[in-house]
Nanobody
């Protein structure tokens, strides 16, 4: 069983910054990808950013240039630095860990990010 503990969400004004963290523990064997997704009320969960075990990074177009994902493989931890936040970034942010040949996904409990205009 994998545990993903997220922290760092909160309330900021437009243009502000937040840094999310996600620490993984438990039955971790071979991480393929760790990343962040978000879900706004009434909408589908959407991809935000991800980093592979090899260091390859990808971002959603909506956050490119504003968000930065980083990782510490030794600690199975990732961070998401979010700058120049906009009201449309308001959502619950979920950490994702994908591992093994079966590409099994685990999810964190989510952390709320609210950006006021």
């Amino acid at each position: 069983q994998v545990q993903l503990v997220e922290s760092g969400g909160g309330l900021v004004h437009t243009g502000g910054s937040l840094r999310l963290s996600c620490a993984a523990s438990g039955s971790i064997f071979e991480i393929n990808v760790m990343g962040w997704y978000r879900q706004r009320p009434g909408e589908e969960r959407e991809f935000v950013a991800r980093v592979t075990s090899g260091g390859s990074i990808a971002y959603a177009d909506s956050v490119k240039g504003r968000f930065t994902i980083s990782r510490d493989n030794a600690k199975s931890t990732i961070w998401l630095q979010m700058n120049n936040l906009k009201p449309e970034d308001t959502a619950v942010y979920y950490c994702n860990l994908n591992q093994g040949v079966s590409s099994h996904d685990d999810w964190g409990q989510g952390t709320q990010v609210t950006v006021s205009s």
